[in-house]
Structures are given as structure tokens and as C-alpha cells.
């Protein structure tokens, strides 16, 4: 049997363990997370260095930025259909360029007269980006000026930026229509 002064001490000894416990697990749990966290950051910055680092070592590309988003880009200044400029696009190693978030966007709203990657040739109203991936719906009326795409004379199929009168945005065009292009290298 147990005297209440040896159940006190008892109490105190269990108390003190299990708070010890806890206090090493914080200790260990901090540094834990905070590494986590900064592996995260240093991944982020890893992925802005490799294009900061690797795009300038390819000859007529050059980084374009807009907050933390990197894109390595080459504008082509001639005046080309959208085949041809798929076409040209896949032989330097890159394809049109794909604006998929609204900061990617950003960086090609100032340029005129310039096909990006995107077009509905496959399937009439379904858009697809030249990564293979669908246009995201909630991005539409951010990107396209507004009431396109209208697939206005049954054949545009091919989306340009600022090349229609004053539509300061995308709009769907002929494919056959002539424009200047960005082309986009992935790393
Ligand atoms: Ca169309
Ligand atoms: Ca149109």
C-alpha cells in the first residue's frame, strides 16, 4: 500500500514524465515543420532558378516574369498561320506558349497580334492548351475579350492575343489567319 505522501510523489513523478514527453516531442516537432516549410520554399526557388539559369542558355528565348511565375519565352516576329507556327515552335524544342493561370496571362496581355497555345480544332467549343490539358472554365472570362470565344465565321478554331480591331484580349480566329507567336520551352 501506497501512503498518500508516496501517492503524491507518484502523481508528480507521472505528471513530470508525461510533460517531459510532450515538451521533446515539441522540440523535435518544431524544427520538423519549419524544415518542411523551408523545403517547400527552397523547391519554389529551385523551380525560379531553373528557368532563371536554364532559359538563358537557349538561344532567342528569354525569361518573362510576373509575381513569382517564370515563363521562358521566344517571340517570333514573322507573320505566320497557327500550323506553322505549332510547327516552327516544335523545332526549336518548345510548343506554343500556354497561359493557364492568371499570372501567366499577364505576361502576354501587353503583346499584340500573337497566337498563344490554345485552339478547339480537335473537338468544335472544347478549348485545349498545348500541353494536352482543357481550359479551365473560371478562366475564360479573364483571358478572352468579352463575348468570345464565338466561333464567329464556323472556322475559328485558333486563339490569338490583340488581333482583332481593339480587343485588348484573346479571341478565337481563322487558324489560317497570319500572326506573330510565342513559343514557350519547358524545362
Ligand atoms: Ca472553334
Ligand atoms: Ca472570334
Redesign the pocket.
Known amino acids: 500500500m501506497l501512503t498518500t505522501s508516496q501517492l503524491y510523489r507518484h502523481q508528480i513523478y507521472t505528471m513530470t514524465t508525461q510533460h517531459s514527453i510532450i515538451l521533446v516531442l515539441c522540440i523535435f516537432n518544431v524544427p520538423f515543420y519549419q524544415g518542411r516549410e523551408e523545403t517547400e520554399n527552397h523547391l519554389e526557388r529551385r523551380q525560379i532558378s531553373i528557368i532563371d539559369v536554364k532559359c538563358r542558355k537557349v538561344p532567342g528565348f528569354q525569361v518573362y516574369k510576373e509575381g513569382s511565375t517564370r515563363m521562358c519565352l521566344h517571340h517570333g516576329q514573322n507573320f505566320i498561320t497557327y500550323t506553322e507556327a505549332k510547327s516552327y515552335c516544335a523545332s526549336i524544342g518548345s510548343r506554343l506558349a500556354v497561359f493557364n493561370t492568371r499570372d501567366k496571362f499577364k505576361i502576354v496581355l501587353p503583346m499584340n497580334n500573337v497566337w498563344i497555345g490554345l485552339?478547339?480544332?480537335e473537338t468544335?467549343?472544347t478549348y485545349k492548351w498545348a500541353d494536352g490539358s482543357t481550359l479551365e472554365q473560371s478562366l475564360i472570362s479573364f483571358i478572352f475579350y468579352p463575348n468570345e470565344?464565338n466561333?464567329a465565321y464556323?472556322?475559328?478554331?485558333c486563339v490569338c492575343n490583340n488581333c482583332y480591331e481593339n480587343f485588348l484580349k484573346l479571341v478565337?480566329m481563322p487558324c489560317y489567319r497570319n500572326f506573330t507567336y510565342l513559343c514557350e520551352k519547358v524545362f
Open positions: 485552339d478547339d480544332m468544335e467549343g470565344p466561333a464556323d472556322d475559328e478554331d478565337d
